[in-house]
C-alpha cells in the first residue's frame, strides 16, 4: 500500500517555474480586471479613459499589483537562479567528461603499448617453429592490435589540440616499423618449418626483433607518454596543483615538449632514411619483372625527392612504372606483398638501433662521470682531488 502511494506522489505532474508564472500573471490580470470594474460601476459619471487613469492611480491597484508581483518576481528569480546552477552544473559536467577523455587516452595508449611489446616479446621468444596454433594466434592478436592502434592515435587529435598531424605521425612511423618487422619474423618462422638451418636464421631475427622492440621502448614509448602528459596539461589547462596555468608556464610546457618531439623526430628521420635505403619494393619477391619494377619505383623515389610538391601522375616515366607493375607474374606479386620488410632489412634495423642506444649510453655515461669529477661550488679543488674513486 505504502509503495503503491509513493507511485501516485512521483506520477503526479509538478508544476515547474514558468507554469507559475503563467498563473501569477493569470491571477493579477484578472483582479486588476475585477478591480477595474468596480471601480467603474463606483464612479459612473465619468469617460472611460478618466475612469482608467483614476483606477491606475488608486490604491486598490497599487495593493492587487504589489501583493501578486512580490511572488512573481520571487519565482522568476528562483527560475533565473535554477537556469544559472543548470548551466554551471553542465559546464563542470563537460568539464568532468574533457579530463575524463584525456585520462583515458593517455591509459589507452599506455595499455595499447605495454600489448603491442607483450605481443612482441611472445614473437622472439617462440620456439615452435613452422606453422602452428600458436602462431596463428599472434597472428591474430597482432592485426587486433593494428586497428587498435589506428583508434588510440585518432584520440589523440580530439584530446590534445597542441598535437598537430605531423607530430603524431612520428609515433605512428615507430609503431608500423614495430608492426612491420613482427610480420617478416612472423613470416619467416611460419615458412621455415622443422629444418634446422632455417630454424636457425628465424632464431636470429628474433633476436633482431627483440632489439628493434627494446630501442623503440627505451626511446619513444617513454617520450610518447610524457609528451601526452605535458599536453594534458595544456589541454585541460592546470598544473599538477589543480591550478591554472600562467601564460609562462604554458609557454615553458610548450618548450618541454618540443624539444622531446625533436629528439623523437630524429629517429623517427633515421627509420624513415633506413627504410628508404635498407628496403625493397615487394621486399620477398624475386624475378626479372619484379627487378624491372623496383627500378623503376627506385627512380620514382629519386624524382620525387628532387620534385616533392609533385604527385605520382606528374613523374614523366610513369606509364613505363605502371607497364612493370602490372607485368610481375601473379604469385611472384603474392609473395612480394607478404610482409613489409625483408628479413636482411630487419637486421640491418637492429644493428642501426642498437648502435642509437649505444650513443645514448655512452652520452649518458659521460654525463655521469663529469658530474661526478666536477667539484661543486661549495667544495674546494683540494677536497674533489681526495674523493675516493668509485668501485669498480
Known amino acids: 500500500m505504502a509503495a503503491g502511494g509513493d507511485s501516485d506522489a512521483r506520477s503526479s505532474p509538478r508544476l515547474g517555474p514558468g507554469s507559475w508564472i503563467g498563473i501569477l500573471l493569470l491571477v493579477l490580470v484578472t483582479l486588476d480586471l475585477s478591480a477595474f470594474l468596480a471601480y467603474q460601476q463606483s464612479n459612473p459619471g465619468i469617460s472611460s479613459s478618466s475612469q482608467l487613469i483614476g483606477f491606475l492611480?488608486?490604491?486598490?491597484?497599487?495593493?492587487?499589483?504589489?501583493?501578486?508581483?512580490?511572488?512573481?518576481?520571487?519565482?522568476?528569480?528562483?527560475?533565473?537562479?535554477?537556469?544559472?546552477a543548470a548551466l554551471q552544473q553542465r559546464i563542470q559536467s563537460q568539464k568532468k567528461e574533457i579530463r575524463q577523455g584525456v585520462f583515458d587516452a593517455i591509459s589507452?595508449?599506455?595499455?595499447?603499448?605495454?600489448?603491442?611489446?607483450?605481443?612482441?616479446?611472445?614473437?622472439?621468444?617462440?620456439?615452435?617453429?613452422g606453422d602452428s596454433p600458436q602462431l596463428r594466434s599472434l597472428q591474430q592478436r597482432e592485426a587486433e592490435l593494428e586497428c587498435k592502434g589506428e583508434t588510440v592515435v585518432t584520440a589523440w587529435g580530439s584530446r590534445f589540440p597542441n598535437l598537430r598531424d605531423e607530430d603524431m605521425n612520428l609515433f605512428v612511423n615507430a609503431f608500423n616499423t614495430l608492426i612491420g618487422s613482427m610480420d617478416t619474423v612472423i613470416a619467416t618462422i611460419e615458412s621455415c618449418g622443422k629444418d634446422p638451418s632455417e630454424a636457425a636464421k628465424a632464431a636470429d631475427l628474433q633476436l633482431s626483433l627483440e632489439m628493434v622492440r627494446v630501442v623503440l621502448a627505451n626511446i619513444i614509448h617513454s617520450q610518447m607518454l610524457t609528451i601526452l602528459s605535458l599536453s594534458a596539461s595544456i589541454a585541460l589547462n592546470y598544473d599538477m596543483?589543480?591550478?591554472?596555468?600562467t601564460p609562462q608556464q604554458r609557454q615553458k610546457i610548450s618548450e618541454n615538449i618540443g624539444?622531446?618531439?625533436g629528439q623523437v623526430r630524429q629517429l623517427a628521420?633515421?627509420?624513415?632514411?633506413?627504410s628508404a635505403a635498407g628496403n625493397q619494393v615487394l621486399p620477398t619477391a624475386s624475378g626479372r619483372e619484379v627487378e624491372r619494377f623496383r627500378d623503376r619505383a627506385a627512380s620514382f623515389r629519386?624524382?620525387?625527392?628532387?620534385h616533392p610538391s609533385s604527385s605520382w601522375d606528374d613523374f614523366p616515366d610513369i606509364e613505363t612504372m605502371r607497364d612493370a607493375y602490372f607485368a610481375i607474374p601473379e604469385a611472384q606479386f603474392k609473395a612480394g606483398i607478404r610482409t613489409t620488410y625483408s628479413p636482411e632489412f630487419v637486421s640491418r634495423l637492429a644493428r642501426g638501433l642498437e648502435l642509437i642506444s649505444l650513443q645514448v649510453q655512452l652520452t649518458d655515461q659521460g654525463g655521469l662521470i663529469a658530474n661526478f669529477s666536477t667539484p661543486s661550488p661549495e667544495t674546494p679543488a683540494s677536497a674533489a682531488a681526495t674523493r675516493p674513486a668509485p668501485p669498480v
Open 259 to 261: 624539444t622531446r618531439f
Open 57 to 84: 492611480e488608486s490604491s486598490a491597484f497599487s495593493v492587487i499589483t504589489v501583493s501578486v508581483m512580490i511572488p512573481l518576481l520571487l519565482v522568476f528569480l528562483n527560475s533565473f537562479f535554477s537556469i544559472g
Open 269 to 274: 628521420t633515421y627509420l624513415a632514411l633506413e
Open 108 to 129: 589507452d595508449t599506455g595499455n595499447f603499448w605495454d600489448k603491442l611489446f607483450m605481443l612482441c616479446t611472445e614473437v622472439t621468444l617462440l620456439r615452435d617453429y
Open 302 to 306: 629519386t624524382w620525387m625527392g628532387h
Open 241 to 245: 596543483g589543480g591550478n591554472d596555468l
